[in-house]
C-alpha cells in the first residue's frame, strides 16, 4: 500500500483543518450549532427564486446553463455595478469588475495573483480563518496588527511597516462587522488606511461580506470607494442571496481584477451561469432592497438575545462583544482552553468555533466565536446556557 | 499611480492566458466558432431541469440553497457513488469520493495538495491546456509523453522515468478521446500504465471529461477501476449535464480525496448545493442514460460532418484524426504558424485553438485543434472552407 500522505505538497501537510469542522456540521440537527457564518434559510427567497430559476432555464438555457466568460457574464456584472453605485457610492468600470464563486474563491485568486513564498500579508489580530488559510496556501509570512472598538489599529499597522524591509504585498481588512470580533473600522480610520496604503503602494483587500447586514442606517464610506486604485474589494452573495450558488465580486484596479481573472480559468474557469442570471434577475426586480431590512431586523433580534443570554449566564464567566450587525460574537473565557471546551460543549449539544484558528501570529486559547444567525432565539438562550454549563464543569475540573 | 502589475506573484507574471481568449468567444455570434469545448445548448435538458429547480427551491432550500460539506452533500454523492458502480463496476466508499466544482477545480485541488515548487509532473503530449496551466500555478516542472493512436506510449513513459532522479508525483493523463488529440489509451496500455505507477508509487490522474461520449459501444474499463489504490479519477458534468452550475467529481485513494476536500475549503468552500441537488435528482430518475445517446448521435453526426468537410477542403494541406468520441479533432497544417493563422481565420469569421499551448515541453507551431460539438453541420462545412482559405491565403502570402 502506498502511503499517499508522505507524497503530499508541503501545505497539505501542515495547513490545519480549519474550516471542515464547520462545514461538517452545516446539516447536524442534533445540537445547537453556534457555529459557522450560515445565513437562516427562514429568509431564503424560495417565493421568487423557484419561478425566477424555471424561467431561466426554460428562456435562456444558451446563456445561464452554459460556461460563461471568467469574470462573469457582461449583463450580471452590470447588475453589480449598478448595485456598487447604490451602496458605494461609486460605478466600477467594466474592467474593475468581476464575478466570484463567493469571497473565498476571491482571497484565492488575490493570493495565487500577488503572493510568491515569504511575501509579507498583514491581517487583523484576529482575521477570518478562512481568509488566514486561503493566504497560507501560498506560502506567505502573515503578520497580525491589533484592532479594537474602532476597528485595525491604523498607528499600529504604521509602526509595524516601518520594521519591516520592503512593504507587505497585502493588508486585508473586514472593516464592517469584522469576523470574528464583530467590531467596525471607523470613519477617521478609513481615510488613514487608504492613505498610508497609498503612499507604500500596499494593495489593501477589503473583506465586505457582512457590511449589508448592519443593525442601524450609520452610512460608512468603504475602503474601496475612498481608494479604487489601492484597494479590491471583495464580497460574498451566501449571507443575503443565498450560499447554494457560490457567487461574489472583486472589484478594484483594472490590472489588479484582470489578473484576477485569468487566475480564475484554473480554479474554476468561470462562476455557475445559473446562479450568475438568477442573482441578476434578483437584483434588477428590487428583490434583494426589499429583502435586507427583513434580514436585518432577524439578524439584530437574534444579536439581542444572544446578548441577553451572555448578560445572564455569563457574567463574571466571559467577557464578550456586542454585535452592532453581521453574525459574530466573540467572547474571551479567562483560563479557559476553548479548544478543550469545544469537546465539553459537544457532549452537552452545543458547537461554536474556538478561536485559536483565527489568530495568525498571536497564540491565544482563550477566545472563541458564537454566530447567533441560524439559530432560533429559545435555541439562543438553551445553547448559551449549555455553555455556560460548560464552562462551569471545567473550571470545577481546572480547580479539582 | 501604483504599477501593479510589478507587485504580481510571479507565476502571473509568467502564466500565459491560454483559456481566456476561448471563454471570452463563449458568447460570440457573428463568427463560427471551433474554439472550446462547449456543449451542445440544444442538448440542454430544459424540458426537466426547470421543474426539477423549482421544486427544489419550493420543497428543499435548507439543503439546496445552503452551504454543503466541502466533499458535497451525502446524498449527491451517493448518487455519484451509484453511477460510478454503473460506468465503471466499482462503487467507491465514502471516503473515496468527493464532489468538485468541475474538472479544473479538481485539477488545482490536487495540485495544491500534491505539489511542491519542482516536483514532477508527466502530461501527454499534446494534453489538455487548462490541464497544463492549473499545474503550472504551482510550479511543477512539466514533462511531456508522447502519445500515438493507442494514447499515452507507456514504454516512453517508463524510458523517462528511469532518467528522473526520483519518481514524479503525478501522471496526468486523459485516456478516452484526448484533448485535444482523440486518441484513445488501448486497454493493453491501462494495465501497463497502473503497474508502473504502482511499483514507483507514482499517483495517476485520470481526466474522463469525455469517456462517456464514445460513438461506439465499446466498453474500456476506466485506469481508476484498474488501479484504485494508484489513481484519482476526475470528472466533469459539463459536457453531458450542463456547465452553467461548477460540477465534477475526485474518484481516489481515501487519503488523497480527505486532502483535496481540506483544500477546496480554500478554494470555493464547496460545490453549489442547488447544482449538486439538481444533479442528483437528474441521475436518480433516469434522465442521463436516456440523455446520452441522443448526446452521443449529435456530435457524432457532427464529427462525420467535421472530417467529410477537411476530406474535401483540406486534402494535401493537413492531416487530423478522426474522432472516434468527444468534441475535438487535431490538426497538423504543415508550413503554416497557427497562432499566426488564428489572426487571419478571425478576419474570415472562424476561430479555433492554436495548437503550441497543449505542449508542455515540445515547441510546435503547426497543430490547431477544432472542436464541432456547438456547432450546426452546415456552418461546419461553411467553417472549414473559411478555414482552408484562410491557410492557402497564408501559403500564397509566405510564397510570395
Redesign the interface.
Known amino acids: ?5 508522505a ?6 501537510r501542515t ?1 490545519p ?4 469542522g464547520i ?2 456540521l ?2 447536524a440537527r442534533d445540537l445547537i450549532n453556534f457555529s ?1 457564518g ?2 437562516d ?1 427562514s429568509l ?1 427567497a ?1 417565493d421568487v ?3 425566477l ?3 431561466l ?2 428562456n435562456d ?10 469574470e462573469g457574464i457582461a449583463s450580471t456584472r452590470a447588475a453589480l455595478a449598478d448595485r456598487l453605485a447604490a451602496t458605494d457610492g461609486r460605478r466600477p468600470a467594466d474592467a474593475e469588475l468581476m464575478v466570484t ?2 469571497g ?2 476571491a ?2 485568486l488575490i493570493a ?6 515569504g ?1 509579507v500579508v498583514v491581517v487583523e489580530e484576529p482575521s477570518y480563518l ?1 481568509a488566514v ?2 493566504f ?3 506560502d506567505p509570512t502573515l503578520r497580525g496588527v491589533p484592532l479594537d472598538a474602532d476597528g485595525l489599529d491604523v498607528e499600529a499597522l504604521a509602526a509595524l511597516l516601518r520594521t519591516l524591509p520592503s512593504p507587505p ?1 497585502l493588508v486585508y481588512t473586514i472593516p464592517d462587522f469584522q469576523n470574528p470580533s464583530g467590531h467596525t473600522l471607523s470613519v477617521e480610520r478609513r481615510s488613514a488606511l487608504v492613505d498610508l496604503c ?1 503612499r507604500q ?1 500596499i ?1 489593501i483587500v477589503e473583506d465586505v461580506a457582512y457590511s449589508q447586514l448592519g443593525f442601524d442606517d450609520a452610512a460608512r464610506p468603504s475602503l474601496w470607494s475612498l481608494g479604487p ?2 484597494v479590491v474589494q471583495i464580497g460574498t452573495f ?1 449571507k443575503v442571496f ?5 457567487l461574489g465580486w472583486a472589484v478594484g ?1 483594472a ?2 481584477v484582470r ?1 484576477l ?3 480564475k ?11 450568475q442570471r438568477m442573482l441578476e434577475e434578483y437584483l434588477r426586480a428590487g428583490h434583494l432592497e426589499q429583502h435586507l431590512p427583513v434580514a436585518r431586523a432577524l439578524y439584530r433580534d437574534r444579536a439581542a438575545a444572544l446578548t441577553g443570554a451572555l448578560e445572564r449566564h455569563f457574567d463574571g464567566l466571559a467577557t464578550w462583544t456586542v454585535p452592532r450587525g453581521g453574525f459574530f460574537s466573540w467572547l474571551r473565557v479567562p483560563g479557559v482552553d476553548t479548544m478543550a471546551l469545544a469537546e465539553v460543549a459537544r457532549a452537552n449539544k452545543v458547537a461554536f468555533v474556538p478561536g485559536a484558528g483565527f489568530f495568525a501570529e498571536a497564540s491565544d486559547t482563550e477566545h472563541l466565536r458564537l454566530s447567533y444567525s441560524r439559530i432560533s432565539e429559545s435555541d439562543i438562550k438553551e445553547g448559551v446556557a449549555r455553555l455556560a454549563a460548560a464552562v462551569r464543569s471545567m473550571r470545577e475540573r481546572q480547580a479539582s
Open positions: 500500500v502506498i502511503d499517499w500522505t507524497r503530499l505538497a508541503r501545505r497539505a495547513t483543518d480549519l474550516i471542515g462545514l461538517a452545516a446539516g459557522g450560515f445565513p434559510p431564503f424560495t427564486l423557484g419561478d430559476a424555471r424561467k432555464i426554460e438555457a444558451a446563456v445561464a446553463l452554459q460556461y460563461s466568460s471568467s464563486s463567493g473565498i474563491d482571497i484565492t495565487k495573483t500577488m503572493l510568491d513564498a511575501d478562512g488559510s486561503g497560507m496556501a501560498f504585498k497609498r503602494g494593495l486604485d489601492v451566501s443565498f450560499p447554494g450558488v457560490r484596479p490590472a489588479v489578473q481573472s485569468i487566475a480559468q484554473n480554479s474554476d474557469q468561470c462562476a455557475g451561469a445559473l446562479g
